[in-house]
DNA sequence: ACTTAACAGTTCGATTTTAGAACTATGAGG
DNA sequence: CCTCATAGTTCTAAAATCGAACTGTTAAGT
């Protein structure tokens, strides 16, 4: 399977693991998120090497979750920049987070702390219903097909019924 | 950077991506929300070759996100299922499945709806504050370095400011 | 008894990605 | 002219992944 492969899968998640679905992306998403925006500020923020930044970010921007614009001329210089569409992956980096801070946290404690501006406190995020606000688990979400799905009507379909192997096929 | 120095980085986003940042690993947990249990399951639901997909579910059983457990005797067969702390990923593969409802949809929709068991409406997830309840965006957030921060007061420090390149450094 | 099948892996050569380091390009400042 | 800062590109070596076949165990069919 080629990654490009992912996007065209009738699975949203695995359209956005085609996404941002690798460490290195996810490391400059966070980044991103702390407000980085150039070049060598992510270069020297993460250690990533510089071919495969600029590949990464090409891939970013050409998916539409940074935008590359000028912030001098002479030398041409530009600056990556969230989207909105970047700007919505902020619930997926704060459960990100909120896992690690859960299950990866050594003995001293947690590496940062998240204070909402709006009521003052130190939060954790929290996965609620649109419909009903209720807080989310998987036991008590039902999946159905929606108009998006593969056609045959089960929710997946082997796709590679064959597997002959063992002995030789001939 | 290997793979494992990700997780011994103070920062709970790193460690998190050291344990789920890959295309398979992420993929294969969405598999396991959607109930496959066992090797041939996720091998034909995937078409992951049989090598990596042995490695990846090691590496996420010597995690403690699945456990192995034996489903018959003779022969020896197992399963893995998801442990509490592999639960607890439901955030996140939800706010990567709403992204890509909203991002990554062809014409026709979205692949899959989501029922809420409780409210009995189809949902999408909304991450709230813990503390207020409120809906959370990355502006109306703060950071803070928390108790298990690096020692370095900054929020972040380059470790490796060396950028000795260009024309040999002799 | 022999053959085929299901399941859960392991092994191995070929291909693809990533790492690591140096090199290019543009302009500023001394 | 020389050096620095920024933003890349290019190259070779090392590591990861793919693709396919192979191993081992037991049940079922003939």
């Known amino acids: 399977m080629r990654w ?5 899968e009738p699975c949203s998640m695995a359209r956005t693991i085609g996404v941002i679905g690798d460490r290195w992306t996810l490391l400059i998403l966070r980044e991103c998120f702390l407000r980085t925006r150039r070049f060598e500020g992510f270069q020297s923020a993460l250690g990533i090497t510089r071919h495969l930044l600029a590949e990464r970010l ?5 998916q539409g979750v940074l935008r590359r614009i000028p912030y001098q001329d002479s030398p041409k210089r530009h600056e990556y920049i969230l989207t909105q569409k970047g700007l919505d992956l902020y619930p997926i980096m704060m459960a990100i987070v909120h896992w690690g801070d859960t299950h990866m946290v050594d003995t001293r404690g947690r590496p940062l702390l998240h204070e909402h501006r709006k009521c003052g406190k130190n939060f954790d995020p929290v996965m609620v219903c649109s419909e009903c606000g209720e807080p989310l688990s998987a036991k008590e979400v039902h999946i159905h097909p929606g108009p998006g799905a593969r056609t045959s009507p089960a929710t997946k379909a082997p796709e590679k019924p064959k597997a002959k192997t063992r002995r030789s096929a001939a």
Do not use: N, P, T
């Open 58 to 62: 090409k891939k970013l921007v050409r």
């Open 4 to 8: 490009d492969a992912l996007e065209e």
